[in-house]
């Protein structure tokens, strides 16, 4: 335990999953909910956020627990941690942010198969200290979250023409207003965020060599 | 303790079950409240989008204290009865016998004049769908129209809850010239009738479009007595 909270080490934690382990686009896990949620970018920020906070205690918790799990029923256990703390999050979200809750409806209850969240409990917690655990939860949700909030940044911008719900494309410049700009009605559509996954995955590897399979 | 036994694992998952289900269970209690809050607003917000009044969750009691000027139940014989029209579970009343039942009535004064709200309750494909329709003074011109549904086929059937759909509904009629009910029709391309009951279906929503004209015939029969007791 003389190791220090921060050390090297435990900072790649955080950042390998931003980066060369990201879950979508090197492991290709999570792809389900990222092309459902990511229309907007509003969901994508709350899925981000209830991800983070259901994989970051639920590392923890099984982390603490790793040495009284009897071996049999682990993965039971495992998902009952989840399953309890996904439906938490389900509560605080429809108490507190009921519009986005709505829009969420049943991927804030598939957050419980997210692949990611299983993986990372199975791989990760379940042989570490809770501190790595909590910060390899941490980084896996950010890496996930990230593709997602550039996903849905892209997507309401070019697909609604907004932000957040705010306008940003003027509306002097659409058609119906005698402009020369239009919505692209195909990125409103789930096929377009597997595109702009494709994109993004494209451009990491082509930035980051060492990810590219002979 | 061996790890390994069953005894052991047995103990694991019953302790396991009972700490995380008096979480659960409280937590839910906890937020009860705040959630049951929400589905109110969000009931007022569909009111008032059925007489085409837009809110937002913050303004909604407001504009809904303000506009919607009266409430009240009615029988299928269309007199007024007792009770809270705003609690009134359209499920549990479209359970009943027809002479049993009670529904609910919403009455706006819009800068249109006076509008009765109508909410109807029936089944779509996956599960139930629901709505406000609004008629006007004369009690067959639809002024305007809500719907929502539970877990109808993103796409498909849930197209009923977009505003393309609902503004179809503005300015049919629920009676025809004799003054028989014929409620407003979902068609199907080519499908014959008369365009002032008549709106499109939606195509790959064909079972959530039949059971959405069948809600609203269901229900139209309902209000029949109100209807023509309150026309002028």
């Known amino acids: ?214 | 303790m061996d790890r390994n036994s069953n005894t052991y694992t047995f103990l694991y998952a019953a302790i396991m079950v009972i700490v995380v289900a008096a979480v659960l269970a409280s937590v839910s209690m906890a937020l009860k409240p705040a959630q049951k809050k929400n589905v109110e607003i969000e009931k007022k917000q569909n009111i008032l989008a059925s007489v085409n009044i837009e809110s937002t969750a913050e303004t909604a009691e407001a504009i809904y204290a303000e506009k919607i000027i009266d409430e009240y139940l009615v029988n299928t014989k269309g007199e007024k009865v007792d009770g809270n029209a705003f609690t009134t579970d359209l499920k549990k009343e479209r359970a009943k016998s027809f002479d049993e039942m009670v529904l609910p009535v919403f009455v706006c004064d819009t800068e249109e004049g006076r509008k009765y709200v109508l909410p109807v309750y029936g089944a779509g494909l996956w599960g139930p769908i629901w709505g406000y329709v609004s008629v006007s003074a004369d009690m067959n011109t639809i002024f305007g129209a809500n719907f929502d549904h539970e877990g109808e086929t993103p796409g498909l059937g849930a197209e009923i809850s977009t505003s393309a759909f609902e503004e179809q509904f503005k300015g049919k009629e629920i009676f025809d010239n004799s003054g028989e009910l014929v409620s407003i029709l979902v068609a199907k391309t080519g499908q014959v009738a008369p365009e002032e009951h008549k709106v499109d279906g939606i195509s790959g929503g064909t079972i959530t479009s039949k059971g959405l004209e069948a809600m609203l015939k269901d229900d139209f029969t309902g209000y029949e007595a109100f209807l023509n007791k309150n026309k002028n």
């Open chain 1, 1 to 214: 335990m003389s190791e220090p909270l921060f050390s090297k080490k435990n900072l790649k934690l955080l950042s390998d999953p931003l980066n060369d382990s990201n879950p979508i686009t090197v492991q290709v896990l999570g792809i389900c909910s990222a092309l459902a949620v990511t229309a907007q970018l509003k969901p994508s920020i709350v899925m981000t956020i209830s991800v983070m906070a259901v994989l970051a205690f639920a590392n923890v918790i099984i982390s603490l627990l790793r040495n009284t799990i009897p071996n049999r029923i682990r993965i039971i256990v495992q998902l009952v941690v989840i399953a309890a703390l996904v439906i938490l999050v389900d509560q605080v979200l429809r108490a507190y942010v009921y519009d986005v809750s709505k829009q969420l409806s049943v991927f804030v209850g598939l957050i419980i198969t997210n692949c990611i969240i299983m993986g990372r409990l199975e791989a990760f917690a379940l042989g570490n200290r809770p501190w790595q655990s909590f910060l390899d939860g941490i980084g896996n949700a950010a890496g996930y979250g990230f593709i997602l909030i550039v996903v849905g940044f892209f997507r309401e911008l070019l697909g609604s023409g907004s932000l957040l719900g705010y306008k940003i494309i003027p509306e002097s410049w659409y058609i119906v207003n005698g402009g020369f700009y239009e919505n692209n009605g195909l990125m409103v559509l789930s096929p377009m965020a597997l595109i702009v996954v494709g994109v993004i995955i494209w451009v990491q590897r082509s930035r980051n060599r060492k990810l590219i399979e002979d």
